[in-house]
C-alpha cells in the first residue's frame, strides 16, 4: 500500500482523485489551502493539511511518508488569470516549484501533473496532438507551459519521474459518501454548470453562433471527470512499472478525442434534466476558438487508457450532481 499526496485534493477534480484512489486502496494525504475547495469533501482516512503551496513547511508536512504526488493545487479560471496574472503566476509558478524543491528534500521521485490544453492555444489544425505548437493566449495557459518546461528540467536534472496531462474540457460529477463531488465556482464561467442553473429569468449565453462549425456554435472536447481520474491514476502506475522512466517527463493529452457543439451540449442536457434549457445568442467570447479536439493516441498507446463515458453519461451525472446540492441548500435554509 502506498501512501500518495493530492495536492489540492479538497477541489472539484482533486476530491474525486481522492475518491477514487481510497476505492482502490491506496492511502492518502492531502494539501488544501480551501480557497475554491471545500475541506468537508474529504473523507475522514484522509491525512488533511489546510496550507497553501507558498508554504513549504506546509508541503513538507503533507509530504511526510508519500512515495507519489498528484499535482492538482492552482488557480484555474481563465478569464481571471487575465485580470490577476500575478496571481496565477505566484501561486501556480512559484507553488509548483516549491512543491518540486520539498519532493525533492523528502526523496519523493514521482509526479503526475495537472496541465492544461489551454497550453497549445489557438491550434493551427485539429485533433492538437502533444506535439503541436504552444502558444498560450492567457496567463492561465503560460503558467501550465512554464510548469511543464520546469518539471522537464526537474525530471532530467534529478532524476523525478513524471507524466503531465493536458485536460481537455472536464465535465460530469461522482457520487461520494458524503455526496455529490461536483463542479462549484463562484462566479460560473464554465459551459455544463451554467446550463444546468438557466432559468427563463437567466438563461445561459450560446457564445457565438456563427462559427464556422456545422451548427455554428463552439466545439470542445469533453471528458468525464472519472475517466480524467483513471488516466491518472493509469500515469503513476506508468511510472511505478517504469514506461515512464525515471529522469524522463511525458506529456500527454486527455479527452475523448471527440468534439460536442454548445448545441448538443444544451440538447444532452435537456434529455438529462427533462426540460428544454433556456437560452439566449450572444456575441463571441474573446479568446475562444473555434474549434478544439485533443488527438488521444499517445494516452492510448503509453497509457492504455481510454475514455468511457460519453457526453450524455456527464451531462446526466453533472445535472444528479445540481440537483442534489441544489436541494441540500434549499434545505439547509
Ligand atoms: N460557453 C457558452 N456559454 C457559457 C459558457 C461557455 O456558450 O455560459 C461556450 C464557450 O464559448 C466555449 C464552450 O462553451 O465554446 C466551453 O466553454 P467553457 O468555459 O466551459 O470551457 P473552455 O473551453 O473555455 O475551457
Known amino acids: 500500500m502506498t501512501r500518495i499526496l493530492v495536492t489540492g485534493g479538497a477541489g472539484y477534480i482533486g476530491a474525486t482523485a481522492v475518491e477514487l484512489l481510497l476505492a482502490q486502496g491506496h492511502q492518502i494525504s492531502v494539501l488544501d489551502d480551501c480557497s475554491t475547495g471545500h475541506a468537508e469533501s474529504l473523507p475522514s482516512s484522509v491525512s488533511f493539511v489546510e496550507g497553501s503551496l507558498l508554504d513549504r513547511s506546509a508541503i513538507s508536512l503533507a509530504l511526510q511518508g508519500c512515495s507519489s504526488v498528484i499535482h492538482f493545487a492552482g488557480k484555474s479560471l481563465v478569464g481571471e488569470s487575465v485580470i490577476k496574472p500575478e496571481l496565477y503566476w505566484s501561486v501556480n509558478l512559484i507553488g509548483s516549484r ?40 492567457n496567463a492561465y495557459g503560460a503558467t501550465k507551459l512554464a510548469i511543464d518546461a520546469m518539471i522537464t528540467d526537474e525530471s532530467r536534472a534529478h532524476g523525478l519521474s513524471a507524466a503531465s496531462l493536458r485536460y481537455f474540457n472536464v465535465a460530469g460529477a461522482v457520487k461520494s459518501q458524503r455526496g455529490w463531488l461536483a463542479e462549484r465556482h463562484d462566479p460560473e464561467t464554465h459551459l455544463i454548470p ?27 472536447d469533453y471528458v468525464h471527470v472519472v475517466d480524467l481520474i483513471d488516466a491518472h491514476i493509469a500515469a503513476l502506475a506508468a511510472i511505478e512499472d517504469g514506461r515512464i522512466k525515471r529522469g524522463t517527463h511525458e506529456i500527454i493529452n486527455v479527452g475523448s478525442g471527440d468534439g460536442y457543439s454548445v448545441k448538443e451540449v444544451l440538447q444532452a442536457a435537456g434529455l438529462a434534466l427533462g426540460r428544454n434549457i433556456p437560452h439566449v445568442n450572444s456575441p463571441r467570447r474573446s479568446g475562444d476558438p473555434a474549434i478544439l479536439i485533443a488527438d488521444i493516441a499517445k494516452a492510448k498507446s503509453l497509457l492504455n487508457w481510454r475514455p468511457t463515458r460519453d457526453i450524455n453519461q456527464m451531462v446526466l451525472d453533472a445535472a444528479n450532481a445540481f440537483l442534489n446540492l441544489t436541494l441540500s441548500q434549499e434545505s439547509n435554509k
Do not use: H, Q
Request: proline fraction near 12%; aromatic fraction near 6%; include cysteine.
Open 98 to 137: 516549491n512543491l518540486l524543491d520539498e519532493m525533492r528534500k523528502a526523496g519523493v521521485a514521482k509526479l503526475v501533473f495537472s496541465s492544461s490544453a489551454a497550453t497549445y492555444g489557438e491550434p493551427e489544425s485539429v485533433p492538437i496532438p502533444e506535439s503541436a505548437p504552444t502558444r498560450p493566449t
Open 194 to 220: 451554467n446550463v444546468l442553473n438557466s432559468t427563463p429569468e437567466n438563461p445561459v449565453n450560446i457564445f457565438g453562433v456563427d462559427w464556422p462549425t456545422a451548427d455554428g456554435t463552439c466545439i470542445r
